[in-house]
Each structure stands twice: as structure tokens, then as C-alpha cells.
């Protein structure tokens, strides 16, 4: 491939991965008052991995532990109000106060998007390791 041979190629992409990923996460923290979330995060990570690995370059290891923690975690968010008497999916937020940022609030939708965007990402490196078993065959 052109990336592996391609020194400038290597560079840009080890370069323009941290901008990618900052914006990955400002998608992700975005996603419940504007368009994004846990898969528009995933989705851009997965596809900064692929450069990555198109180009030569170290991308996360263990895909398929990756979506099954991934898919715990979303499992854990929808069953857990089960366990105090209401629905499936409900969400819980919480408000806090700090300094520098004023007050901030979270809730169990943000959990539950960390265990979609390890769905989304592991996926796309399944793919990825799928993909070049094949071609070495």
C-alpha cells in the first residue's frame, strides 16, 4: 500500500489523528442537545483508526473484547433501573457544581453512550482485521 511506503502519507495521518479525535469527542459530548452522540463519536474514531491502519500505524488491539464491554455497559444502563422499580432505558441525571466550569450535568445517557461508541469502534476493527486476514490469504 501506498501509506506503508509513503512517509509524508504516515505523517499526516499520525498528525491529524489528535485533531480527529478531539473532534470524535466533541461529538460525543454534543450528542444530546445537537446532532451526535455515542455512534457520530464512534463512527469518527473508527474512522481514524482505519487511516491509521491503512497507513502502517498502531491501532487498538482486541476488537471483539472491545464491543462485548462495550455492549456490558449498554446492557447494564438498560437493565439497571429494573432494579429499583422502573422502566427499561429510563435515565438519571445528576448536577454538580464546580469552579471553574459552573454547574454541569451528566446522566446515565452519557454512560450509555461510552458502551455505543465501543460497539461502533470495535466493530470497524473487526472489520478492519477481517478485511486483512483476507487479503493475506
Known amino acids: ?3 506503508e511506503r509513503s512517509l ?4 499526516g495521518i499520525r498528525l491529524a489523528s489528535p485533531f480527529a479525535i478531539v473532534v470524535a469527542t466533541v461529538l460525543f459530548f ?10 457520530a463519536g464512534g463512527l469518527v474514531l473508527g474512522a481514524v483508526m482505519a487511516l491509521r491502519s491503512a497507513t502502517g ?6 476488537p ?10 449498554i446492557g447494564a444502563v438498560a437493565l439497571a433501573p429494573l432494579a429499583i422499580g422502573d422502566v ?3 435515565q438519571y441525571v445528576w448536577e ?8 454541569v450535568k451528566t ?5 450509555f453512550d461510552v458502551g455505543v461508541v465501543l460497539v461502533v469502534l470495535g466493530l470497524i476493527l473487526a472489520m478492519l482485521d477481517s478485511l486483512a486476514s483476507v487479503g493475506e490469504m
Open 96 to 103: 454538580a457544581a464546580f469552579p471553574v466550569l459552573g454547574k
Open 107 to 111: 446522566g446515565t445517557a452519557l454512560i
Open 8 to 11: 509524508v502519507v504516515q505523517d
Open 57 to 62: 500505524l498502531s491501532v487498538p488491539q482486541h
Open 64 to 73: 471483539v473484547r472491545m464491543m462485548a464491554i462495550g455492549g456490558m455497559i
Open 88 to 90: 427499561v432505558l429510563e
Open 30 to 39: 454534543a450528542g444530546h442537545n445537537q446532532p451526535g452522540g455515542g455512534f
Open 1 to 3: 500500500m501506498i501509506g
